[in-house]
């Protein structure tokens, strides 16, 4: 059970009815709750990411992933690997993920991925080492991208757990919410 209600749908705003459409997952459900421009620009800050990031997809994923195991996030793990299946990764490159790491599994740049992650999350900023390491792999840009993408998944699994989001009966649909 959610430890706070979510939003009344008799209350949301024009924008929160519009963004939530007719099935909404429970995160959304209860981020619809916040100030109407917090919840736009939580939104729009989030959606950038699957819009128009220099992070691949499936980097992208592996890092949530990597946030949501982190911080023990059941809801976070339970929506993305959905997205991650929708991209093809396997139940084991899932497993790799959840245990931090299996460089013939995941490749170099994912692993590298991952130990930045990691950093991030267990000591707020990575060292020189780590960011040295995920430099092999990726750009100037997809760092900066993968840092605020950290830093945004970090905050939505602390709004899950505080908030006590359920688990919703189904996944995401992401093959349809990718095309919206």
Request: glycine share 6%; hydrophobic share 50%; net charge negative.
């Amino acid at each position: 059970m959610a430890r706070m209600p979510y939003a009344d749908p008799a209350q949301l705003t024009d924008l929160a009815r519009e963004t939530l459409g007719p099935s909404p997952v429970n995160v959304a459900r209860m981020m619809a709750g916040a100030s109407p421009a917090v919840f736009r620009a939580f939104t729009d800050y989030g959606g950038a990411f699957f819009r128009s990031s220099a992070l691949s997809p499936r980097l992208r994923e592996i890092a949530i992933l990597r946030v949501g195991h982190l911080s023990a996030s059941e809801y976070e793990v339970f929506q993305h690997e959905a997205m991650a299946r929708h991209l093809d990764m396997t139940d084991a490159d899932l497993a790799a993920i959840a245990l931090g790491a299996n460089p013939a599994r995941l490749g170099a740049d994912a692993v590298a991925v991952i130990a930045f992650v990691d950093d991030l999350v267990r000591n707020v900023g990575a060292s020189d080492a780590t960011l040295a390491a995920v430099g092999v792999h990726l750009e100037q840009r997809q760092i900066l991208d993968l840092i605020l993408l950290t830093g945004y998944y970090m905050m939505v699994c602390r709004f899950l757990e505080t908030t006590g989001v359920e688990i919703d009966d189904t996944a995401l649909d992401w093959g349809a919410a990718m095309k919206a």
